[in-house]
């Protein structure tokens, strides 16, 4: 069993052991830190069926044409939970925003590189599977990668994109860490527009999408997508709106498409994932995470290894 605690349950769980969790995250980065064993326990209790199957990934690479070697991956889970019993409609659970919105924009991305000038670097476009079902697809695909990971230059995951209309705001889920964010920031700003944190960081957003498999194994990558302040109507109608559908709509049969979607906004965001990744097809830098990420020495190891390309 696997899980992980919010921030106020970590608190008062450390505050049991009569000590503080701020005092000891100061100390963890200092040298010398040792973890002590809390006397904590827990017990739970629940029932799992187990079933087996199978599902594919989807892989479409565009070769570079100086450096095919070397490669910008493009991201989006293509599966939701199935089907549902229920009394009323059909029970399927369509995830339309979450995530046929993130597959449509992969496919947008694909044929725009595809019609334009062969980039310097590889483009892969990757969809996954199972991730609804714990980042399976994600997790497999790190494991088995088309491209070595050590080859792989960033990774840029699309996951339920924002379709309420035009944004102020652009939210970098997990924001401040990696390199790939200085990319971006040229980017809104010749749209009028900011990059900001998520929200509702308690939720764990950063590490219930697929890029996180990538971020463990050392690959730097950017989980980003419009925000809520609405550009004519204000954030406390975005938030309004993506309240309404986390309530109503998030893994539920209800997640459908709706005419009355605003794509004008998916549009602006698309431009700036475009953006990043056409970047760094047509670059030599390496970018790596910043120096206070976990997931940094990851990727100085791998970059380390004597068949890693040279960092810039």
Do not use: C
């Not at 490669?71 to 939701?80: K, Q, S």
């Amino acid at each position: 069993m696997q899980g992980w605690l919010t921030a106020e349950s970590a608190q008062l769980l450390i505050a049991s052991t009569g000590k503080d969790l701020e005092t000891l995250r100061r100390e963890a980065s200092t040298a010398g830190f040792k973890p002590f064993a809390m006397q904590a326990s827990l017990s739970a209790n629940f029932k799992s069926t187990v079933r087996e199957g199978k599902s594919d990934n989807v892989v479409a690479l565009l070769p570079g044409s100086a450096r095919p070697d070397e490669a910008v991956i493009y991201m989006a889970h293509w599966d939701h939970l199935g089907r549902t019993f229920q009394a009323t409609g059909d029970g399927i659970f369509n995830g339309a925003i979450d995530n046929a919105t993130g597959v449509a924009g992969i496919l947008e991305l694909a044929e725009k590189f595809a019609k334009g000038p062969r980039p310097q670097r590889s483009l892969l476009f990757l969809t996954v599977t199972l991730e609804e079902s714990g980042l399976l697809g994600s997790k497999y695909y790190v494991a088995h990668p088309t491209v070595p990971l050590n080859k792989t230059v960033g990774v840029i995951n699309l996951d339920a994109m924002t379709v309420l209309g035009r944004t102020k705001d652009f939210v970098v889920v997990g924001k401040g860490s990696s390199e790939l964010e200085d990319l971006v920031t040229p980017l809104l700003e010749a749209q009028g527009r900011s990059a900001f944190p998520e929200v509702e960081v308690q939720n764990g957003y950063y590490f219930r999408s697929d890029h996180f498999n990538f971020a463990k194994a050392g690959v730097p990558a950017l989980y980003a997508k419009g925000g809520f302040d609405h550009v004519e109507k204000g954030a406390e109608y975005g938030k309004a709106q993506a309240s309404r559908y986390t309530t109503e709509d998030y893994h539920k049969p209800s997640d459908q498409f709706d005419a009355s979607w605003d794509l004008s906004g998916v549009v602006e965001d698309l431009v700036v994932l475009y953006g990043v990744g056409d970047a760094l097809a047509n670059a030599e830098q390496w970018p790596n995470w910043y120096p206070s990420s976990a997931f940094r020495s990851k990727r100085d190891a791998m970059m380390a290894a004597p068949t890693a390309p040279a960092a810039q």
